[in-house]
């Protein structure tokens, strides 16, 4: 493969979430936001293997061994949003990291896997959550 191809190949991958890996059990996960002439990489929200994270890095190609393409996550964030529009104001908690949603202080908790929790409310927000499912797809 030519270095024209590889980076063409690498330029498809911008604004997906990346893993880029570096020598022994070092790496870095993030969306990719630019490629180099180089193959130098600069990556948006950005976590290490230690779980550190990082507002934004630049790697040097010397730096790094290989890429690979990490599944989106799920947009957690944007759900609790839309669960937030029928909630009183404050009964809603987005924890980034645990990737979960809090509603009514621990009552309902919601992941990317689904609703725990019963009641009325409970059906409601599973409502939203299976509508926000078929909504991204």
Same mark, same amino acid.
């Given at each position: 493969m030519s270095l024209r191809q590889y $980076?063409?190949?690498?330029? @498809?991958?911008?604004?997906? %979430?990346v893993k880029v890996y570096c020598e022994a059990d070092k790496f870095f996960v993030g969306q990719l936001k630019g490629v180099s002439e180089d193959s130098n990489l600069i990556l948006t929200n +950005? *976590? $290490? =293997? *230690?779980?550190?994270?990082? #507002?934004k890095i630049l790697l040097k190609s010397s730096f790094y061994?290989? +890429? @690979? +393409? =990490?599944?989106? #996550?799920? #947009?957690m =964030?944007?759900? @609790?949003?839309? %669960?937030? *529009? %029928?909630? @009183?104001?404050?009964?809603v908690n987005y924890i980034p990291e645990q990737n979960v949603i809090s %509603?009514?202080?621990?009552?309902i908790i919601v992941d990317e896997n689904g609703v725990r929790g019963s009641g009325p409310s409970a059906d409601r927000v599973k409502k939203i959550f299976e509508q926000f499912k078929m909504d991204l797809e």
């Amino acid at each position: 493969m030519s270095l024209r191809q590889y $980076n063409t190949e690498l330029q @498809s991958l911008i604004d997906k %979430i990346v893993k880029v890996y570096c020598e022994a059990d070092k790496f870095f996960v993030g969306q990719l936001k630019g490629v180099s002439e180089d193959s130098n990489l600069i990556l948006t929200n +950005v *976590k $290490n =293997e *230690k779980n550190k994270e990082f #507002p934004k890095i630049l790697l040097k190609s010397s730096f790094y061994n290989f +890429v @690979s +393409v =990490e599944e989106e #996550p799920f #947009p957690m =964030e944007a759900l @609790s949003e839309r %669960i937030a *529009k %029928i909630f @009183s104001k404050g009964h809603v908690n987005y924890i980034p990291e645990q990737n979960v949603i809090s %509603i009514l202080n621990g009552k309902i908790i919601v992941d990317e896997n689904g609703v725990r929790g019963s009641g009325p409310s409970a059906d409601r927000v599973k409502k939203i959550f299976e509508q926000f499912k078929m909504d991204l797809e």
